[in-house]
């Protein structure tokens, strides 16, 4: 079992930039590729971004590629998800999710086993 909390979320302006931060605690942190997942009004969860365990595999949704990074601090149980050039589309819940079957390579929502709670993120016009 692990736990999940993410903050950083807010109301930002179009071109600005946000971290999400994502704590875990329980199971070894570094045991699970993490991700982060978005989900606006209306619409399914979908895949933004994904880390492997030791950082060596990267992988982002095409929508972010280029303005979002992911990265990881297992000495600190975090996981970030840095994300310049904000676009009012990129409005959404953000949800951070730990995965120890697929190495973080999987984009579908199932396959992930441990969820938070979940950070909004506005991006104003």
């Known amino acids: 079992q692990v736990q999940l909390v993410e903050s950083g979320g807010g109301l930002v302006q179009a071109g600005g930039s946000l971290r999400l931060s994502c704590a875990a605690s329980g199971r070894t942190f570094s045991t699970f590729a993490m991700g982060w997942f978005r989900q606006a009004p209306g619409k399914e969860r979908e895949f933004v971004a994904a880390?492997?365990?030791?950082?060596?595999?990267?992988y982002y949704a095409d929508s972010v590629k280029g303005r979002f990074t992911i990265s990881r601090d297992n000495a600190k149980n975090t996981v970030y998800l840095q994300m310049n050039s904000l676009k009012p589309e990129d409005t959404a819940v953000y949800y951070c999710a730990a995965d120890s079957r697929y190495l973080g390579q999987s984009t579908a929502a199932a396959d992930w086993d441990y969820w938070g709670q979940g950070t909004q993120v506005t991006v104003s016009s």
């Open positions: 880390i492997s365990r030791t950082s060596r595999g990267q």
